[in-house]
């Protein structure tokens, strides 16, 4: 402590555990590489896709002498239109705007259509001569295709990609198709643009993203759970009350009305982004860390899931959302859902797991909140008081942190709550946290799935929401209305309590600042 009586943290250095980063290195390979972002005039390439190629440019993993970039959309721009469209969301680093002018020349652009056998030759053509450029030996190029695009093109966006673009041979180097997210509508749809792009590509090839496995935090899960004491003789139904996966937003749907509206808040963040963070906390564990174990322990939750039923979901719509002239008057899409899962399995019978997501509302923030059971013969009479929680905050002030009860410091003998806290600004500074979509890039570059979604799995996440998705789209669920800027409807509030979740009334968690 220092004079003033302030704490003052050290910078600390961080032993790593070497053996484990050997693990999952793979061969680097050499020769050329072309990334290519199919959809490039989006708004998913300019705000997320090229700022972490930069990011990966910037820190040494994408070379200059072997990397080129490609962008592919209709839209008839030059490469110097596309590179000013990208210039104003590259970060700036210290090293002034040099990197970023030299990140932009490795960018080129070719037009045209998502159907067009030209288009995609003449990229192929520009691919290649860049290829020779560098005198890469026959067929040792790695080509990376990022559908950065509606869904809806996927089909014969891969369609023209293997027959006129990708990489000729399979001896050496590869050609990988990086696909976002909603991959389909739901289970039937879903199952049919796997087994169309399944036809053209093996599974080896096809990397579904879901930016929420490429959290830190959500990547520390299993870390946490299966290489700590701690937590492994508590994680399970004896123990833990209900848990919580939680998504929120303080803005709305902002010019993606179109869009939304045909999708709403299930198929955009909780069929994918909370379930993959469900299966996270809920897997048993893999029988190693190679990517075909993980995601098996994930399928396994996910066929673990007993159907939803209709009182354990909470619907809501923010008011003015249908002020957005893409939206139609009448649309009953969820902007806000509140959903209990169930898994019938021997860890987790009866804890309610409440996956909960929603637009427009108080705050920004994701987190996973684990609730333990009472305290058995509680003499100190703060049952009241609150529970033991383990939570785990995704975004923003990235943290773990247990709440619990303590001695409330001073002569008398009473208890209060407090935490354990480990707040990542906090203990690793100086320590950048990296951008989900930087590491998954970085991840399909080395060849590494175990942050993707397998086929299996994305068939067992639709099987779980397809049921209550037909009967919102049939009008059989309703939205609440609620106000922006609220928690969402307050029926939500009443189903959590009737889940089993107590607040902690008088507790705030605040994440530390530093002096
Ligand atoms: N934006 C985001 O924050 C996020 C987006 N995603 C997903 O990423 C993908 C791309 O998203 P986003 O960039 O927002 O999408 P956009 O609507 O911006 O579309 C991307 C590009 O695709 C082309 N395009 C748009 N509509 C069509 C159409 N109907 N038929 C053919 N081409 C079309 C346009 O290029 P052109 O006309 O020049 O060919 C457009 O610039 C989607 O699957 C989305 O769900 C996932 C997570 C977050
Ligand atoms: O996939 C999506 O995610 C974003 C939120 O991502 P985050 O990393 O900022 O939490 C969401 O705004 C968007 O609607 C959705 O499509």
Not at 38 to 47: F, T
């Amino acid at each position: 402590m220092s004079e003033l009586g302030e704490w003052h943290c050290e910078k600390r250095p961080f032993p790593k555990n070497e053996s484990f980063t050997k693990v999952h290195e793979t061969v680097s390979e050499t020769g050329s590489l072309s990334i290519i972002v199919l959809g490039a005039s989006g708004d998913l390439a300019k705000k997320k896709t090229f700022p972490a190629l930069f990011n990966l440019y910037r820190q040494g993993f994408l070379p200059s002498n072997e990397v080129h970039i490609f962008g592919y959309a209709r839209t008839k721009i030059s490469d110097e239109e596309l590179r000013d469209r990208i210039r104003g969301y590259l970060p700036k680093g210290k090293e002034g705007t040099q990197d970023v002018s030299n990140f932009l020349h490795l960018i080129k652009y070719v037009s045209g259509a998502y159907d067009a056998p030209e288009g995609f030759q003449a990229l192929d053509k520009a691919i290649s001569e860049y290829e020779i450029s560098i005198n890469s030996a026959e067929g040792s190029s790695r080509r990376l295709f990022y559908l950065a695009l509606p869904p809806s093109v996927y089909p014969q966006v891969c369609k023209m990609i293997k027959n006129y673009s990708m990489n000729r041979s399979d001896l050496v180097g590869w050609t990988r198709v990086v696909v976002e997210k909603p991959f389909g509508k739901d289970l039937a749809s879903a199952e049919e643009l796997s087994s169309q792009i399944g036809e053209l590509f093996e599974e080896p090839q096809i990397y579904r993203i879901d930016h929420y496995l490429g959290k830190e935090l959500v990547q520390n899960l299993l870390v946490l759970r299966f290489a700590n004491r701690f937590f492994l003789p508590l994680w399970n139904r004896d123990n833990v009350d209900n848990v919580q996966i939680v998504f929120r937003e303080d803005f709305g749907t902002e010019g993606r009305g179109g869009y939304f509206d045909q999708y709403g808040i299930i198929r955009d963040i909780i069929q994918n982004h909370l379930l993959q963070v469900l299966c996270l906390v809920a897997m048993e564990k893999p029988v190693s860390l190679t990517p075909e174990h993980i995601r098996d322990e994930k399928v396994k939750v996910l066929q673990s899931v007993v159907p939803i039923k209709d009182e354990e979901v909470v619907l809501g719509q923010y008011e003015g959302y249908k002020d957005d002239p893409t939206v139609p008057d009448n649309s009953n899409t969820p902007t806000f859902a509140s959903v209990i899962l169930h898994i019938h399995n021997e860890r987790w019978e009866g804890v309610p797991f409440i996956l909960k997501a929603g637009k427009a509302l108080g705050s920004r923030k994701a987190d996973i909140r684990v609730q333990l059971k009472n305290v058995p013969g509680d003499i100190f009479k703060c049952q009241n008081q609150g529970r033991n929680e383990i939570v785990i905050r995704l975004q923003p002030s990235e943290a773990i942190y247990m709440k619990l009860t303590v001695k409330q410091p001073g002569l008398e003998m009473s208890t209060a709550q407090s935490e354990l806290d480990l707040s990542y600004r906090q203990r690793y500074q100086g320590v950048v946290i990296p951008e989900a979509y930087e590491r998954l890039i970085l991840d399909t570059i080395k060849g590494d799935q175990q942050h993707f979604v397998r086929r299996d799995e994305l068939k067992a996440a639709w099987e779980i929401f397809t049921p209550l998705l037909h009967r919102i789209d049939n009008g059989e669920v309703k939205s609440l209305p609620y106000k922006p800027g609220s928690r969402g409807p307050a029926e939500a509030d009443e189903l959590l309590e009737k889940a089993g979740y107590v607040q902690t009334h008088g507790y705030l968690w605040i994440p530390p600042t530093l002096a």
